[in-house]
């Protein structure tokens, strides 16, 4: 069965990086695209952008251009959200989420969420 | 960007009530439209995609329709699993890729 499984909460300090890793099982990694998701405590969901997995191009929206970068490690169908410059507001759960096949272009399976806090 | 608004922003249902939630695009969208169910602590789950076609295990009591800028998800006979927040979100296929969400819909119980 489709499963995303993303790695393990995280703790920064403001200024710091962070990376989640999201890794894909049962279906083939390079046909999906892959999008990532945010959810501030208490808030709604945020887009924050998508990897071809096949090619490695990806769609970053503008406010998060320069500060997210989105990687894939096919050999272990791993997709990886790099988020610098972090601050308060960057504290939220990241979400991995697989986007159907064209035409359609919504969201079918979500990984479990990975917290990162960012505290000093 | 393309702005989604929902409403209203919280419902208050009894058990085997019927609840009907709106969605609606700043521009038209066509049927590029999804709706997720969210339970606290858990994931978004795909309901319906292409404005009104349910996902694969979605019970029959979920339904949705609309097209362009107006769109609604209904929910008939209210199960306690139901209780949740519900979001839209346009996947405009004629655009550049940037999908985008609505605030939700908290429906609980009443």
């Known amino acids: 069965q489709v499963q995303l499984v993303q790695s393990g909460p995280e703790v920064q300090k403001p200024g710091a990086s962070v990376r989640v890793s999201c890794k894909a099982s049962g279906f083939s990694f390079t046909v999906y695209f892959m999008n990532w998701v945010r959810q501030a405590p208490g808030q709604g969901l945020e887009w924050m952008g998508m990897m071809n997995p096949n090619t490695g191009e990806t769609i970053i929206p503008q406010k998060f251009q320069g500060r997210v970068a989105l990687t894939r490690d096919a050999s272990i169908s791993t997709a990886f959200l790099h988020l610098s410059g972090l601050t308060s507001d960057d504290t939220a759960v990241y979400f991995c989420a697989r986007r159907t096949l064209d035409p359609e272009r919504a969201f079918d399976f979500w990984g479990q969420g990975t917290l990162v806090t960012v505290s000093s | 960007e393309i702005v989604m608004t929902q409403s209203p922003a919280t419902l208050s249902v009894s058990p085997g009530g019927r609840v009907t939630l709106f969605c609606r695009a700043s521009q038209s969208v066509a049927g590029n439209l999804a709706w997720y169910q969210q339970k606290p602590g858990q994931a978004p789950r795909l309901l319906i995609y292409a404005a009104s076609t349910r996902a694969t295990g979605v019970p029959a009591r979920f339904s949705a329709s609309g097209s362009g800028t107006e769109f609604t998800l209904t929910i008939s006979s209210l199960q306690s699993e139901d209780f949740a927040v519900y979001y839209c979100?346009?996947?405009?296929?004629?655009?550049?890729?940037?999908?985008?969400f609505g605030p939700g819909t908290t429906v609980d119980i009443k």
């Open positions: 979100q346009q996947y405009d296929k004629w655009r550049p890729e940037e999908p985008t």
